[in-house]
């Protein structure tokens, strides 16, 4: 028997502002997809490398959807590499860190792989594992945390 949903959970919409603090994003667009599993952020210029025998990940990000003019250089360790089908379905080999994430004022660590996204309408997609048991989705909603004040 499936379990009901706590009723006390924030909602959020379909599209949400959200803050990445430890990659210095302050905002940042993302779709919230119930139908993918994993969290993906758009980075390119993707350079792994060994820091004190801990395995790194340092990439760019264009926070900024539809624009390449704001680019934010972020480093983090690599949290694991996974196979994950695209929305194309082909299979990429990812990088997975972990990092916390700001939504409706709760701040929770999320799995977040990076991946090119330049073509998709977003530079991240805040996946079901991201949003289990702390929020509840309201596909008719857009932006229920309001926009940042730029």
Same mark, same amino acid.
């Given at each position: 028997?499936p /379990? ?6 924030? %909602? +959020?919409?379909?599209? =949400? ?10 905002w940042?667009?993302?779709k ?13 210029? %993707? =350079? ?12 760019? +990000? *264009?926070p900024?959807?539809?624009? /390449?003019?704001?680019?934010? !250089?972020?480093?983090?360790?690599? *949290? ?8 194309s379905?082909?299979?990429?080999e990812r990088?997975? %860190? ?11 660590? !999320? ?21 289990r ?13 309001? /926009?940042? /004040?730029?």
């Amino acid at each position: 028997m499936p /379990k009901k949903p706590n009723p006390n959970l924030p %909602i +959020i919409g379909w599209r =949400e502002w959200l803050a990445l603090p430890d990659l210095n994003i302050s905002w940042i667009k993302a779709k919230v997809d119930t139908g993918a599993r994993s969290s993906a952020l758009h980075a390119f210029n %993707i =350079e792994r490398f060994q820091e004190n025998g801990i395995e790194r990940v340092r990439f760019e +990000i *264009h926070p900024v959807q539809r624009s /390449k003019e704001r680019s934010v !250089i972020a480093e983090a360790s690599v *949290h694991d590499v996974r196979s994950v089908r695209s929305s194309s379905g082909q299979k990429q080999e990812r990088v997975v %860190i972990l990092t916390p994430v700001r939504v409706l004022g709760h701040t929770w660590d !999320i799995e977040l792989t990076l991946a090119r996204r330049d073509k998709m309408g977003f530079r991240m997609l805040l996946g079901r594992q991201a949003i289990r048991r702390r929020m509840l989705v309201d596909p008719g909603a857009s932006y229920a945390g309001g /926009k940042p /004040k730029v």
